[in-house]
């Protein structure tokens, strides 16, 4: 019997760094409204925690600033800025956390995953409320 359980956490744990590593990487991310390329960006894991931050700006200059961001944030350069943060990966999912639009200034829910048959595609929708938006990132590296 604790074979099986054990077992059956090692297998659980496997998965979730199986999918931790698939996610962790540079995105290149495309505007839902405008289907344009947009930025770069870099999604890292610390402490059992997903993060993301802007590595590179397609189609605007690199020392823009987010006027529209909340706090900290605020006309702050958007290169190298944290929009996505305290995800954390449940049921094959990355959940739980948000993820801020600087063209808004708005912080949203969050829940992205790897599209099935794609796993160079990464679908990261963003909720407010029973309202979402969903775009899908491509794999740079």
């Given at each position: 019997m604790y074979k099986i359980a054990f077992i059956i956490c090692l297998a659980l744990s496997c998965s979730t760094q199986t999918l931790q590593a698939q996610v962790t990487g540079t995105w290149k991310t495309i505007d839902d409204e405008t289907g344009k390329e947009k930025s770069y960006v870099e999604l890292y894991e610390a402490n059992?925690?997903?993060?993301?931050?802007?590595?590179?700006?397609?189609?605007?200059?690199?020392?823009?600033?987010?006027?529209?961001?909340?706090?900290?944030?605020?006309?702050?350069?958007?290169?190298?800025?944290?929009?996505?943060?305290?995800?954390?990966?449940?049921?094959?999912?990355?959940?739980?956390?948000?993820?801020?639009?600087?063209?808004?200034?708005?912080?949203?829910?969050?829940?992205?995953?790897?599209?099935?048959?794609e796993p160079n595609t990464l679908v990261v929708r963003g909720y407010y409320g029973p309202i979402y938006r969903t775009q899908y990132w491509y794999r740079v590296n």
């Amino acid at each position: 019997m604790y074979k099986i359980a054990f077992i059956i956490c090692l297998a659980l744990s496997c998965s979730t760094q199986t999918l931790q590593a698939q996610v962790t990487g540079t995105w290149k991310t495309i505007d839902d409204e405008t289907g344009k390329e947009k930025s770069y960006v870099e999604l890292y894991e610390a402490n059992g925690t997903l993060y993301g931050k802007v590595a590179k700006l397609l189609n605007a200059p690199a020392d823009r600033k987010c006027d529209k961001c909340p706090d900290e944030r605020k006309n702050q350069p958007i290169l190298g800025m944290i929009i996505l943060v305290n995800m954390k990966n449940k049921d094959g999912y990355f959940q739980g956390g948000n993820i801020l639009d600087p063209e808004k200034g708005k912080w949203y829910g969050c829940k992205m995953w790897i599209k099935e048959g794609e796993p160079n595609t990464l679908v990261v929708r963003g909720y407010y409320g029973p309202i979402y938006r969903t775009q899908y990132w491509y794999r740079v590296n």
